[in-house]
């Protein structure tokens, strides 16, 4: 999800400071980590044959390891240098497992979520270049309400799953869980453009170039987080 921690990085300024193209080639190399990563797990879990179970729980183990990884680089930001390639190898786990599981049900589909992530971040980057969306405070405040909002709630349905039930309406399929997810792809996509204002900010206020990772992380987080989104829309798109 977006960055949490400008407020914590604004401070903490060096003799070199941080670059738009420093954050740049940090969040292409995590990217790439947890695509390899990704694309390991899946082929060897389709060769091998785990099961569901098994990519479940691989897949919430490595939500759980990801949400500890990326808070700990949230509250300690001089540990993200150390915490960027185990929390990008994790994510990986997560995209991999959670692909093959769609791939299981709906094959086209991650390909096709792959393909609308990377679209969207297009779209989006070039939104913010051109200004035709501006990160305003209210801007800010909306989003991230709505991110706090949607993570209470998959925590909730987390705690559901894990007993095999599941929050009504909202994640079984149908026009309102479609809906739903509509809404939270949307939100993870703009949530980009807190990144995007984020990393400007950090340029602008001198921010110490070791902190790049942390900002790093964050646009890690938040695109596979759009990923996620996408591969549960249009899985549900599908279905109908």
């Given amino acids: 999800m977006a960055n949490p921690i400008l407020s914590r990085t604004t401070l903490m300024t060096g003799a070199v400071a941080m670059s738009v193209r420093g954050v740049v080639a940090k969040s292409a190399f995590l990217l790439s980590l947890a695509a390899v990563a990704g ?9 091998a044959g785990l099961s569901s179970g098994i990519l479940y729980t691989m897949a919430i183990v490595a939500v759980f390891a990801g949400m500890g990884l990326g808070l700990v680089s949230s ?6 240098k150390t915490l ?11 995209l991999g497992a959670f692909s093959l599981i769609m ?3 709906y094959p086209s589909v991650p390909l096709s979520a792959l393909s609308a992530t990377f679209i969207t971040t297009a779209v989006m980057l070039t939104l913010y270049v051109t200004g035709v969306i501006k990160v305003t405070a209210k801007f800010r405040s909306i989003i991230t309400s709505a991110i706090i909002a949607i993570g209470i709630l998959y925590l909730v349905q987390l705690g559901f ?10 994640f079984d399929g149908g026009l309102v869980a479609i809906g739903f997810s509509v809404f939270v792809t949307l939100i993870a996509s703009f949530s980009l453009l807190l990144d995007f204002d984020n990393v400007e900010r950090g340029v602008e206020f001198g921010v110490a170039r070791e902190y790049e990772w942390v900002y790093s992380i964050g646009i890690l987080s938040t695109l596979v987080w759009m990923y996620i989104e996408f591969l549960r829309l249009i899985g549900y798109l599908q279905s109908e």
């Fill in 84 to 94: 960027a390639v185990p929390y990008a190898l994790t994510e990986g786990v997560l």
């Fill in 75 to 80: 509250f300690k930001p001089h540990l993200a």
């Fill in 161 to 170: 799953r894990l007993f095999g039930s599941s929050l009504p309406l909202l």
């Fill in 39 to 47: 694309f390991g797990v899946f082929f060897y879990a389709l060769t």
């Fill in 103 to 105: 791939y299981r049900i």
